[in-house]
């Protein structure tokens, strides 16, 4: 005898397949991440060049502004990568500037998407008068030259290295702005913000965590890139002559010896080799995040 | 019963670019009682979304409330204070959406959603949140509850989402369910299991519920009351049953005349009857004159009803109202 269930309340539905344990998106995110080879070799390199400036000290003890031999010592044993006009040690210099060329880098990005994010933010939620104000300031940054106005900010508030970071943010977040107030519109008369708007979410709940998650994708994206940015910009600065001095940077070395170019190569292919290297990883890591965040173009790719 | 919500000429209108106010409803009212449905239908772009749009405060920037009351127990939420607002909606009134597809965020999990709601509306921890959340998702019989609360939407078939959606809109105990269109997108067989899932909900929880749908077999099952709107009138309104049974508006009955009948039989019959269809298409915005929004498409439209404006909306019996010039000879 074989009795007949009778207790599922729903014939239909209930063969439906049992729910897996589910990952949340930030874990699918990772895993698809891990399948993009550009994103994998980015972040390989990017660990690379991080754990050199890290550990670097302790594997080459020697102090990037010290004065370790005659100026434009060729590569050699005792200086593994040659010393610059002065006679510094390139190999020291380009650890020591590493850390500070990648903090400028991280935290000049940070700071990008920071003010990108708040402002674009607030003007794409509330639109109206709040938006058309917010997009005259941005329009206003827009049209500066970001190079010409960092430059500007520089001179004026000195040239320090947290200077330096905050003239980058001030010049180049208007982009990230202009990307979340558009993916702020997009969103914002979707059916699921209304709907949470019906059940009572506020203003702030909206924006934090309806609106906010859902337009970090390709911000994340665009700020993984704006690492490699302020890093070009701060070499750039450098290269310009407003660097901090007495700051070893990457781009501050080949500011500095760019006039021996022909003499002593090594003062100059080095450090921009490192910056080369740095960036390029960036970027494929935010080719790689692209990737992992964004389903549709992975398709058409 | 008391009057839960009344809607008293309520008229809507869109702000055009040149300023111009074009209506879009026109002297609106009507009544829901607790624990009762009111069915609002008519064609696409009739003022059904905007009436509901409108109870909840939520309509779109451009279009403005231009007269009428909107009474939920006695307050008048048209006046309310954004801050009241919030507190009213998801409590007072919730409302399902169309699209079970895109009215749920992508990112968070069923559970966190529903927890959320809770945690607004009775101040509940994180963890009775959880709690609540699979008992609600029990209630709207969702299959294995303790495991979906932790699904994202995208694991879950449109009839779930739906479940899910009308969880949400429960968990604020609303005293008032605006269903706007709750199952145009899903399979016939789930939406009468939605139908029945609302009737049994409404019967535990006496929940008034104003129902937009065009679906008429729906109206049938479900209302109490009906109210049929036109081009953002109403033209014939009263007890489902009567209205149903006994239209009296050309359009009332053109729209029940276009619910296909399925006849059985063991042959095919001798002739097929063609699905009747209403030539013609609601007027757009902005054309919609002083006369009967209804005349251009109207079968029995005759040199009076040319002649006049728009017939008010005048009872006939107790409880069914037609607006409708020739009412009478109609109804006979």
Redesign the interface.
């Not at chain 2, 919030?86 to 409590?91: C, M, T, V």
């Not at chain 2, 895109?102 to 999990?109: D, E, I, R, Y």
């Given at each position: 005898m074989t009795t007949i269930e009778t207790s599922t309340p729903l014939a239909v539905e209930s063969s439906s397949p049992p729910v897996r344990p589910s990952a949340s998106p930030g874990r699918v995110a990772f895993r698809q991440f891990l399948r993009s080879p550009s994103g994998v070799c980015g972040a390989c390199l990017l660990i690379l060049i991080v754990l050199g400036t890290a550990i670097g000290p302790v594997v080459y003890p020697v102090d990037p502004l010290d004065l370790v031999g005659g100026p434009f010592t060729a590569p050699s044993a005792d200086a593994w990568l040659g010393t610059d006009y002065l006679g510094r040690d390139v190999l020291a210099g380009l650890i020591y500037g590493g850390r500070a060329s990648l903090a400028v880098g991280a935290v000049a990005a940070l700071i990008t998407i920071a003010i990108g994010l708040t402002v674009g933010a607030l003007s794409g939620f509330f639109g109206g008068a709040i938006d058309a104000a917010l997009v005259k300031i941005t329009e206003f940054f827009q049209i500066l030259p970001p190079l010409l106005f960092a430059m500007v900010l520089v001179t004026l508030f000195g040239q320090k290295l947290t200077t330096i970071t905050l003239a980058i943010g001030a010049v180049s977040w208007t982009s990230a702005a202009r990307l979340t107030r558009a993916e702020f519109m997009r969103l914002r008369n979707l059916d699921f913000v209304k709907a949470s708007r019906a059940a009572g979410a506020g203003d702030a709940y909206l924006i934090l965590r309806v609106l906010l998650p859902n337009a970090l994708p390709p911000v994340i994206v665009s700020a993984t890139l704006a690492i490699g940015v302020a890093i070009l910009f701060e070499g750039g600065l450098s290269f310009l002559g407003l660097g901090d001095p007495n700051t070893m940077s990457w781009g501050l070395m080949l500011g500095q010896n760019r006039n021996y170019v022909l003499d002593a190569w090594w003062a100059v292919i080095f450090p921009g080799a490192a910056i080369f290297l740095a960036v390029l990883s960036i970027s494929l890591v935010g080719d790689g995040v692209n990737d992992a965040i964004n389903p549709r173009l992975r398709r058409r790719m | 019963m008391s009057t839960l919500l009344k809607v008293e000429n309520l008229s809507v209108g869109m702000r055009g670019s040149t300023g111009v106010v074009v209506p879009v409803l026109e002297n609106l009212s009507f009544a829901v009682e607790a624990g009762r449905t009111m069915a609002l239908v008519g064609e696409s772009g009739c003022g059904k979304s905007m009436t509901a749009l409108a109870i909840?405060r939520?309509l779109p920037?451009d279009f403005v409330v231009t007269s009428g009351r909107i009474l939920l127990e006695g307050e008048d939420i048209l006046s309310a204070s954004p801050k009241r607002m919030?507190?009213?909606?998801?409590?007072g009134i919730?409302?399902i959406?169309q699209?079970p597809m895109?009215?749920?965020?992508?990112?968070?999990?069923v559970g966190d959603q529903i927890g959320?709601?809770l945690r607004?509306?009775s101040g509940v921890g994180l963890a009775e949140a959880e709690q609540q959340a699979i008992a609600l998702l029990r209630a709207v019989?969702i299959?294995?509850p303790e495991?979906?609360v932790?699904?994202?939407p995208h694991?879950l078939?449109g009839?779930?989402r739906q479940r899910v959606?009308i969880a949400?809109?429960l968990?604020?105990r609303p005293k008032l369910l605006i269903a706007d269109e709750p199952t145009t997108a899903l399979d016939v067989?789930?939406q009468a299991?939605i139908f029945d899932l609302l009737a049994d909900l409404q019967k535990e929880t006496k929940t008034a519920i104003v129902l937009i749908t065009h679906d008429l077999g729906a109206v049938a099952e479900l209302a109490d009351d009906i109210s049929v709107l036109y081009a953002g009138r109403c033209i014939e309104s009263g007890d489902a049953d009567s209205v149903v049974s006994h239209p009296c508006h050309p359009y009332t009955r053109g729209l029940l005349d276009c619910v296909p009948q399925l006849k059985l039989g063991p042959r095919p019959p001798q002739a097929w009857s063609d699905l009747a269809e209403i030539a013609g298409m609601v007027p757009p915005l902005g054309a919609r004159g002083p006369d009967c929004a209804f005349l251009a498409r109207c079968r029995e439209a005759s040199e009076l009803c040319r002649s006049r404006l728009q017939p008010a909306l005048e009872p006939i019996t107790d409880d069914h109202a037609v607006s409708c010039w020739r009412k009478s000879e109609l109804a006979a």
């Open positions: - | 909840m939520l920037e919030r507190s009213l909606r998801g409590n919730s409302m959406f699209e895109t009215a749920l965020n992508p990112l968070f999990t959320e709601v607004w509306h019989q299959p294995a495991q979906r932790k699904a994202y694991q078939s009839g779930m959606m949400m809109a968990a604020g067989t789930v299991q």
